[in-house]
């Protein structure tokens, strides 16, 4: 987006899909210019549980755990973990991950002309939201010196709701060059890892007669939109794989371990974990 000096219209439904709000922000702008890479850290502490498939084809060999499916192997209509769901998980870069507890917006790696800027938060809720929680969808704004800002969106799902809806949120980095607003201001703090964060619900337990289809276990859903985001993060790569003999090293290995990066069973501790990697584009 380009922003020119002076005071514009921004139209939230072009970044708020299902909201029909429409805000006025002043600024002054220039274009965006070099990228940088951020990552968006677990919602809370807990095991990861399910990438992009619900059942990975189990023939292809764990990168690290003996007798254990690839979770990036591709996804199957067989039911082998027995949960009553296969096939695709919904999402561009899901992450389920299993725990009971509050549930953080929390961002990593901000670079110091990440002033800070807006939040705002919808509920797009579908069918299942009766039964399992919420869906929440944060759109975070981030200035740079220049005033010129970029925008993404991370969701949350299977919550309780703690965030008011359609309300403009401001929101500091502690370490920019120059935080955007004043103390008195600023509702939550981003990049701060476990000192802050925005607390937005709390992982909600199915109701008993869920109907199918809908999630049946307590867990957070947590995603992001395609426009910005690039992958699941890569922090913790596998160091190696075992064999059906259980010796390491094995046939079955994959051949570049280094770019599994995520293990389902994970243990993430929540506001500190990388989970997914987001582009910004700010000057």
Not at 74 to 97: M, Y
Not at 103 to 119: T, W
Not at 211 to 228: E, F, K, M, N, R
Request: aromatic share 12%; glycine share 10%; charged share 10%.
């Amino acid at each position: 987006m380009f922003l020119r000096r002076g005071t514009f219209q921004l139209t939230a439904c072009a970044f708020l899909a299902s909201a029909a709000l429409t805000a006025t922000l002043s600024v002054y702008g220039v274009a965006r210019a070099s990228g940088y890479r951020i990552s968006v850290v677990a919602g809370l502490t807990g095991n990861v549980t399910t990438l992009q498939c619900y059942d990975p084809e189990p023939n292809r060999a764990h990168p690290s755990f003996y007798n254990k499916p690839d979770p990036f192997a591709p996804c199957r209509l067989v039911d082998d973990n027995l949960d009553h769901v296969t096939g695709t998980h919904a999402g561009s870069r899901p992450v389920d991950i299993a725990a009971l507890g509050s549930v953080y917006l929390q961002l990593d790696y901000l670079p110091g002309r990440d002033r800070g800027g807006y939040a705002y938060a919808e509920d797009v809720s579908g069918m299942c939201s009766a039964y399992v929680g919420k869906t929440l969808r944060v759109w975070t704004y981030h200035f740079d010196p220049t005033d010129s800002y970029d925008v993404h969106d991370v969701y949350f799902e299977h919550i309780n709701l703690a965030v008011p809806v359609q309300t403009w949120m401001y929101w500091n980095n502690p370490f920019a060059l120059t935080p955007l607003w004043q103390p008195w201001l600023v509702n939550f703090n981003l990049n701060n890892t476990t000192s802050g964060g925005w607390n937005v619900g709390s992982v909600a337990q199915p109701a008993s007669g869920t109907p199918a289809g809908c999630a049946t276990g307590a867990h957070l859903h947590q995603d992001t939109g395609v426009s910005h985001g690039e992958t699941w993060a890569t922090q913790h790569y596998a160091e190696g794989c075992f064999n059906d003999g259980g010796a390491y090293g094995g046939a079955r290995c994959p051949t570049n371990p280094s770019t599994w990066a995520w293990i389902t069973g994970q243990p993430v501790t929540g506001r500190y974990s990388d989970v997914q990697y987001l582009t910004i584009n700010i000057n």
